[in-house]
C-alpha cells in the first residue's frame, strides 16, 4: 500500500527529488496549475532553483456530478475534451457551451487574481514543467500541455505526486515527459493520498507566487 503524503508542501519536495536533473537550468521553468498544484510546484521550483508561475486552467464539470470532469479550459482559449465523458453522460452543445462560458469567466477572474501585478513568466523556447496535486481524468494537465505548446514551450514536462494509471499512460502521448510519482493500484481520488487536503486559496496562491519572486534562482539559498 502506497504511503500518503503529509500535505502538498511534503509531496513537492518528493517530486522535486525526482527533477534534480533540471536543477539550476536557466531554460526551465515551472508552472504550477491553481490553485492546489501551486503548493506542490512551489516547492519544486525552489529545490531546482528554477522561476514559478501559473498556469490556469479551470475543469469543466458534467452539469449535477461536478466532480467529474468532462474536459477542460486553459489560458488563451485552448479547451480539450474527455470525449467518452461526454458521450456518456450525454452532454448536448448547448449544455457544454454553457459550461465552458462559466468556467471561463472564472478563468479570466484568476487570471486578474493571480497575476497581481507581475509580469508573466516567459515559456517560449524554455522547458516547462507542469506541476498539479494529482491526476484523476487527467483533463486539466492536457489542457495545460495544449496551452503551453501554445504559448512556444519548447519541452513539456508533467511532474505530479499521484496520478491515476490511465492518466499518466495518456499524457505520455501528449507531453514529452511525465513523472507520477505514484499510481496506486487503488485510485478513488486525489485527496485519498494526503493527510492534509484543504482547499487552497487565491491569497495563498499569491503568497507563494511572491515568495518565490523573492528567491531569485540564481541564489544557493533558493535551493
Same mark, same amino acid.
Given at each position: 500500500?502506497?504511503?500518503?503524503?503529509?500535505?502538498?508542501?511534503?509531496?513537492?519536495?518528493?517530486?522535486?527529488?525526482?527533477?534534480?536533473?533540471?536543477?539550476?537550468?536557466?531554460?526551465?521553468?515551472?508552472?504550477?496549475?491553481?490553485?492546489?498544484?501551486?503548493?506542490?510546484?512551489?516547492?519544486?521550483?525552489?529545490?531546482?532553483?528554477?522561476?514559478?508561475?501559473?498556469?490556469?486552467?479551470?475543469?469543466?464539470?458534467?452539469?449535477?456530478?461536478?466532480?467529474?470532469?468532462?474536459?477542460?479550459?486553459?489560458?488563451?482559449?485552448?479547451?480539450?475534451?474527455?470525449? +467518452?465523458?461526454?458521450?456518456?453522460?450525454?452532454?448536448?452543445?448547448?449544455?457544454?457551451?454553457?459550461?465552458?462560458?462559466?468556467?471561463?469567466?472564472?478563468?479570466?477572474?484568476?487570471?486578474?487574481?493571480?497575476?497581481?501585478?507581475?509580469?508573466?513568466?516567459?515559456?517560449?523556447?524554455?522547458?516547462?514543467?507542469?506541476?498539479?496535486?494529482?491526476?484523476?481524468?487527467?483533463?486539466?494537465?492536457?489542457?495545460?500541455?495544449?496551452?503551453?505548446?501554445?504559448?512556444?514551450?519548447?519541452?513539456?514536462?508533467?511532474?505530479?505526486?499521484?496520478?491515476?494509471?490511465?492518466?499518466?499512460?495518456?499524457?505520455?502521448?501528449?507531453?514529452?515527459?511525465?513523472?507520477?510519482?505514484?499510481?496506486?493500484?487503488?485510485?478513488?481520488?486525489?485527496?485519498?493520498?494526503?493527510?492534509?487536503?484543504?482547499?487552497?486559496?487565491? +491569497?495563498?496562491?499569491?503568497?507563494?507566487?511572491?515568495?518565490?519572486?523573492?528567491?531569485?534562482?540564481?541564489? +544557493?539559498?533558493?535551493?
Amino acid at each position: 500500500m502506497d504511503e500518503v503524503f503529509r500535505d502538498r508542501r511534503e509531496a513537492g519536495v518528493q517530486v522535486a527529488s525526482l527533477l534534480a536533473g533540471y536543477r539550476g537550468r536557466r531554460d526551465v521553468v515551472v508552472l504550477g496549475l491553481p490553485r492546489g498544484g501551486v503548493p506542490v510546484a512551489f516547492d519544486i521550483a525552489k529545490a531546482l532553483a528554477v522561476p514559478l508561475d501559473v498556469m490556469v486552467v479551470r475543469k469543466l464539470g458534467v452539469p449535477g456530478y461536478e466532480e467529474l470532469a468532462m474536459g477542460a479550459i486553459a489560458t488563451g482559449g485552448v479547451r480539450v475534451l474527455h470525449e +467518452e465523458v461526454v458521450r456518456q453522460a450525454g452532454i448536448t452543445p448547448d449544455m457544454l457551451a454553457a459550461v465552458s462560458a462559466r468556467e471561463q469567466q472564472e478563468l479570466a477572474r484568476r487570471e486578474r487574481v493571480f497575476a497581481g501585478g507581475r509580469p508573466e513568466v516567459e515559456i517560449r523556447g524554455r522547458t516547462v514543467i507542469l506541476v498539479d496535486d494529482g491526476l484523476a481524468t487527467g483533463s486539466t494537465m492536457r489542457a495545460a500541455v495544449a496551452a503551453a505548446r501554445q504559448r512556444g514551450a519548447a519541452r513539456v514536462i508533467v511532474a505530479v505526486p499521484v496520478a491515476s494509471a490511465e492518466a499518466c499512460d495518456e499524457l505520455r502521448a501528449e507531453a514529452d515527459e511525465v513523472i507520477c510519482a505514484r499510481t496506486p493500484a487503488l485510485f478513488f481520488g486525489v485527496g485519498q493520498w494526503y493527510e492534509r487536503f484543504e482547499q487552497t486559496t487565491d +491569497e495563498e496562491v499569491r503568497r507563494l507566487l511572491a515568495d518565490a519572486a523573492a528567491l531569485p534562482p540564481w541564489k +544557493e539559498d533558493a535551493a
